[in-house]
């Protein structure tokens, strides 16, 4: 993985967003709505076991997290 996660038009499969992560996507993204918003998380990191914080507090993992727009 090269680190961009990517928004696509449903219909069309256009590219509708894209930002780069600095670091591959680990993982599935997940959604999920507050209040009505809905957001997007992806993880990133090399060393997947570091997203659980037991194992590895500094293994250098982040979490982005997108709001859809209304």
Not at 3 to 9: I, L, M, N, S, V
Request: net charge negative.
């Amino acid at each position: 993985g090269n680190g961009r996660f990517r928004a696509f038009d449903q219909e069309t499969g256009e590219v509708l967003w894209e930002i780069n992560l600095g670091s591959p996507v680990t993982g599935f993204p997940i959604t999920y709505a507050v209040d009505g918003r809905q957001y997007v998380v992806a993880s990133t990191g090399t060393r997947t076991e570091g997203l659980t914080p037991e194992l590895r507090p500094s293994a250098g993992n982040n979490l982005f997290v997108f709001a859809l727009p209304d």
